[in-house]
Each structure stands twice: as structure tokens, then as C-alpha cells.
């Protein structure tokens, strides 16, 4: 199998693209297929040897991952070949298969994606953990994100405004805070060219800031600290700015504040009943989309070290996302029934249920590149449907119209849907799934790499499921947009029709 393989320390260009094999699996394991690996900031320390855990060499990074069971040892019975199913491995991600020790291993609620599941583990766990477990936070208090458009940044700002906070965002560049806007952030500070602490003292009218969530450590620590409100809670999340920071003592004895670690990895392995009540909260957010992760890019395997390398450099906002498969369609919507041993323990309604996506402006378009959307509501293609779309075209085969004929020479007796009508139904069901506000127009006009895959017959149910692929900024000041959707027929496990879509937003 293809893997990303540290074989010596040092930063992301040492890392090599190489074929390698397994180990036998273990009677605690599960080997998974893996189709995303969540990239996070222990990738860059660990194949520095700067970690808490130091993997012998040589092995691959990636520490949370999505896909599908291949096999399982003998003592497993949790989950089964098959499930869809996110993991925490550590390292050993960035590979086609790793193999996971059991109790690490979660099947997902099926109406969310692998994708999601890759990315929602490190950052919501840490960040959920670090407000809800470690500084109590409550409704109406002041919170400060340092390296607010990071993963774990922004994984705190949605879980904040969730809880009821007011959300202050501290990043490096009026970029990086645009986006903390977009996702929910009330007030912004630049640092680069703003006094932090000036600045917090004036937004907070010197009272200071109930909870300071530092991801970043280095030279801003102690203004932070200095800008606590009484009995504050400061959180140490990491130190991705490479320094530790000195703190001197007093600063914590005259704010009467409290200093925690936050060390979810421990947390969720000393823990785990904790940890799980904490996933079943995010999860159903995420079914609910009220909670959902913006991909700043996803990388192929091999250019797994370049994702690496933009983290530790600071250029990512939200989530790095190596994808080694594309899961194309998101599976239907069903009564899930889990053991409670080791699953997400959430029961969903077996009827449909879609909340339609809202995309506030064409600038807002980026934070949801990659990021699944749907799959939206059943759809009965009728034979008035077909009929009517055979005379608009003078399309009049029988095997679309001829009901009686159908039933004595097509399989299963029923006439088929053309396929441009399956095609054309890809703009209506679009609608459904997002929505444009605050645009002059959104249209359709072209569809690349367009594949019929099953034909549709009368009476299916067919529903959509898409992603925005891509986005180009034109000379005019549109954009334009590549959407991937599959439209897959109810109990049939091929898709009836796969393309990219383009479109252009004014």
C-alpha cells in the first residue's frame, strides 16, 4: 500500500511517498480503509521527535482518520466489515490502510459524512473539552481565541457561539479574521498591527476577558493573561507559535484566575465516558448542522507534506483534509441501532429530514469548499414527469413511454426515465440543498465529466448529494463554481447519474 513515511526528523520536505506493507492485524484491532486524514498541529511536532508520543521509526503521521472497515481481530465485536467509521490512530493515517486499536475506533451516524468524521475528532474534541469540561464556560461570558482561524481556533469559536458566549477572535492578518467573522465571531483583533491587550481592555470596558483559549503560546501569553477578568479561566491548548512561554506567578495570584492544560489525548483514554457524553453534544450538532468544520483544502496522499508544511506555517484556516478516497455519495438517512460499548450512541429518525444550506454572499463561498452538502429530500420521478419532458424534446422511445410494452419487455416491467431528464433535474434539486443570499443572480451553465451510471425507471426515488469543488474568480467580478453531485436511487447502491456542475454567481 501507498503511504507518507518519516524516516528521519526533521520538518515536512523529509517525508517520502513510498509503497509499504502492514503488520498481521492484532485481536484488538480494526483495519480500516482510509478515505480522509484530518491533518493537525501534532503531525508537525511528532515528526520533529518533539511529541509526547515518539512512534519508533520508521511510520507514517496522521492522528484521526475516516473509511471504511476492511477486517477485524478476533476480540472485536463492536463494529463489523463494512461500517463507516472514525478513528483516532495517533499516527499512521496518511496511508491507504492503517490498522487501530478497537477502542479508538467509532462507527458514525450515517447521515454524516467521512469527510466530517476525519475532522471533527482533534479540533471539537480538544476545543469542546478545554470550554465545557475545563472552564465551565456558561452563557454570556466573554471568550478570547488566540490563533482564532486555526483548526482548533475555529473549532472554539462554533462551539463558544453554540454554548452562548461572546466570541473576541485574535489572528495575524485581516484575512484569517474575515473568516473568523464568517463562522461566527463577534469581534476581531488583529495582533500584527493591534495592541492586544489596548484592545481588550477597550472592548471589554477593563473588566477583562472571562476565558482565554491559547492555542499558540509565544509572545502574546502574557498580554493575555494580563487581560483576565477576575477569577478568569485560561486555557493552554498548544504552542504552535514554537515557544513556550515563561509566566510569571503573580499574574495568576492577583487575577485570582485559574490556568488549565488542556491535553484532550489523555482526557479521552483516562476519561472516556466523558469524552463520549462530549461526542454524542458534537455529533448531534453536526447532524443538526448547527456545527460545521470549514476545509481549507484537500490534498492528495502524496501531497501530504505540503499540507503539513502550510500548518506549521500558519497559512491554513479551518482544516487540512488529506484524502486518499472520495466517498461520492453520502449514505441514506435510516434508524441507526449501536452498541454502547464503543459507538456514538444516537438514534435517528427513520423519516427524511434536510436542512437546507445558507451561503451568505458570493465572498463566503471559500469556507465551503469540500464540504458536503446533503443529501436532500426524495424526489418520485412520475411517468408525467417522463412524458412530459419526452414531448418538450420529441424524445418518444417507448422504452419511456410505452407503459404496457415496458411491462412485458424492460426489467422490472416499469419505462425508464430519459437521462438528460435525470440530468436536467440537477439544477431543481440544487436549489434545495443551498441557498444563495445577498447575490444579483446564481445560474447553471455547463457540466464537465458527466457519467449515467443506472438508469432511473419510473416510480424511483431519486435524491441529491453535492460538494463545491472549486471556485474561480472571474475578470467581471463573478464567481464561478465547480460542484460535484451524485444523484443515487432509493435501495440501489449504484448512483444513477455522477458530474461536475459549473456555475457562476454575479
Known amino acids: 500500500m501507498k503511504a507518507i513515511i518519516c524516516t528521519q526528523y526533521g520538518n515536512p520536505n523529509l517525508l517520502e511517498f513510498a509503497e509499504i506493507s502492514l503488520p498481521p492485524l492484532e485481536r484488538d484491532q480494526v483495519s480500516i480503509d482510509v478515505y480522509y486524514c484530518g491533518v493537525n498541529f501534532p503531525d508537525t511536532l511528532i515528526i520533529q521527535n518533539k511529541y509526547q508520543f515518539k512512534p519508533t521509526l520508521p511510520f507514517s503521521p496522521g492522528g484521526e482518520i475516516a473509511g471504511i472497515v476492511k477486517a477485524i481481530g478476533s476480540d472485536v465485536t463492536h463494529c463489523k466489515v463494512g461500517d ?19 477502542n479508538t475506533v467509532f462507527v458514525i ?10 475532522i471533527c475528532m482533534y479540533s471539537y474534541g480538544t476545543a469542546y ?19 482564532a482561524s486555526g483548526g482548533v481556533g475555529s473549532a472554539a469559536i462554533q462551539l463558544a457561539k453554540l454554548m452562548g458566549a461572546k466570541v473576541i477572535a485574535a489572528a495575524s492578518s485581516d484575512e484569517k479574521l474575515t473568516y473568523c467573522q464568517s463562522i461566527g465571531a463577534d469581534i476581531l483583533i488583529n495582533y500584527s498591527t493591534e495592541n492586544l491587550k489596548s484592545r481588550i481592555k477597550e472592548i471589554t470596558q477593563n473588566k477583562g476577558v472571562d476565558i ?45 484566575c485559574s490556568i488549565h492544560g488542556v491535553f484532550w489525548g489523555a482526557f479521552s483514554e483516562k476519561e472516556p465516558q466523558k469524552n463520549k457524553q462530549n461526542f454524542i453534544q458534537i455529533i448531534q450538532w453536526m447532524m443538526s448542522r448547527k456545527l460545521t468544520q470549514h476545509i481549507h483544502h484537500l490534498y492528495a496522499l502524496e501531497d501530504a507534506p505540503k499540507a503539513i508544511s502550510d500548518m506549521l506555517n500558519r497559512q491554513t484556516k479551518g482544516k487540512a483534509v488529506i484524502q486518499i478516497k472520495e466517498e461520492l455519495i453520502t449514505p441514506p438517512l435510516k434508524a441507526v441501532h449501536t452498541n454502547p460499548t464503543n459507538n456514538i450512541n444516537i438514534e435517528l429518525n427513520s423519516s427524511p429530514h434536510f436542512e437546507k444550506l445558507i451561503i451568505n454572499g458570493k465572498e463566503s463561498v471559500v469556507n465551503f469548499i469540500g464540504k458536503p452538502i ?31 410494452k415496458a ?24 436549489t434545495e440543498l443551498f441557498e444563495l443570499k445577498n447575490v444579483v443572480s446564481y445560474y447553471n451553465y455547463g457540466l464537465n465529466k458527466a457519467r449515467f451510471v443506472h438508469p432511473v425507471r419510473v416510480n424511483d426515488q431519486i435524491r441529491l448529494s453535492a460538494k463545491i469543488d472549486n471556485f474561480e474568480n472571474l475578470l467581471n467580478g463573478s464567481v464561478k463554481l465547480f460542484i460535484q453531485c451524485s444523484i443515487e436511487i432509493k435501495g440501489v447502491e449504484k448512483p444513477a447519474y455522477v458530474a461536475e456542475i459549473i456555475s457562476v454567481i454575479n
Open 212 to 256: 482565554v483559549f491559547d492555542p499558540i503560546g509565544g509572545s502574546l501569553a502574557e498580554d493575555a493573561l494580563k487581560s483576565i477578568a477576575w477569577n478568569g479561566q485560561y486555557l493552554i491548548i498548544g504552542f504552535s507559535s514554537g515557544e513556550i512561554p515563561p509566566i510569571p506567578f503573580n499574574i495568576p495570584l492577583l487575577k485570582g
Open 109 to 118: 451516524p450515517e447521515k454524516i459524512s467521512l469527510l466530517d468524521s476525519s
Open 374 to 404: 446533503g443529501p436532500g429530500n426524495w424526489l418520485t420521478v412520475t411517468q408525467k414527469m417522463i412524458n412530459d419532458f419526452a414531448a418538450t424534446t420529441q424524445d418518444l422511445q417507448w422504452v419511456h413511454i410505452d407503459e404496457l
Open 129 to 147: 473539552y478545554a470550554l465545557n469540561n475545563k472552564a465551565l464556560l456558561k452563557e454570556g461570558q466573554t471568550l478570547l481565541v488566540l490563533g
Open 407 to 430: 411491462k412485458e419487455y424492460l426489467p422490472q416491467g416499469r419505462t425508464l426515465a430519459h437521462g438528460y431528464l435525470t440530468m436536467s433535474l440537477v439544477s431543481f434539486l440544487l
Open 84 to 102: 463507516r467509521v472514525m478513528a483516532l490512530c495517533g499516527w499512521g493515517g496518511m496511508a491507504e490502510v492503517v490498522h487501530v486499536k478497537a
